[in-house]
């Protein structure tokens, strides 16, 4: 059975760095679109960032360009997240998402169809 597992959230100050991984079993994800996701309380779910199959293509979310870099480790059938000069509104549950096979980075929710159970993130002021 495929499953995405994320890791590496938690408590960081304001300014600080996060890297958040995906780690994918059961299944290869090497020919899949891959993203991430947030939800923060009480909010509706919001796309973050995607990458394409190959790892040629990505997408971001204004709201974390510049602050996020989404990479893709083909080999590992790994994709990690980093995040530098954090804010307190990204502090959200994350969620790492497989989507269109052969596909181009989107950050279009519903064409993801295998999803992690998400890790938390919390960003103090």
């Known amino acids: 059975q495929a499953q995405l597992e994320e890791s590496g959230g938690g408590l960081v100050q304001a300014g600080g760095s996060l890297r958040l991984s995906c780690a994918a079993s059961g299944r290869t994800f090497s020919a899949y679109a891959m993203g991430w996701f947030r939800q923060a309380p009480g909010k509706e779910r919001e796309s973050v960032a995607a990458?394409?199959?190959?790892?040629?293509?990505?997408d971001y979310a204004d709201s974390v360009k510049g602050r996020f870099t989404l990479s893709k480790d083909n080999a590992k059938n790994t994709v990690y997240l980093q995040m530098n000069n954090l804010k307190p509104e990204d502090t959200a549950v994350y969620y790492c998402a497989a989507g269109p096979k052969w596909g181009r980075a989107t950050l279009s929710m519903g064409q993801y169809d295998y999803w992690g159970q998400g890790t938390q993130v919390t960003v103090s002021s």
């Open positions: 990458i394409g199959w190959g790892g040629y293509t990505t």
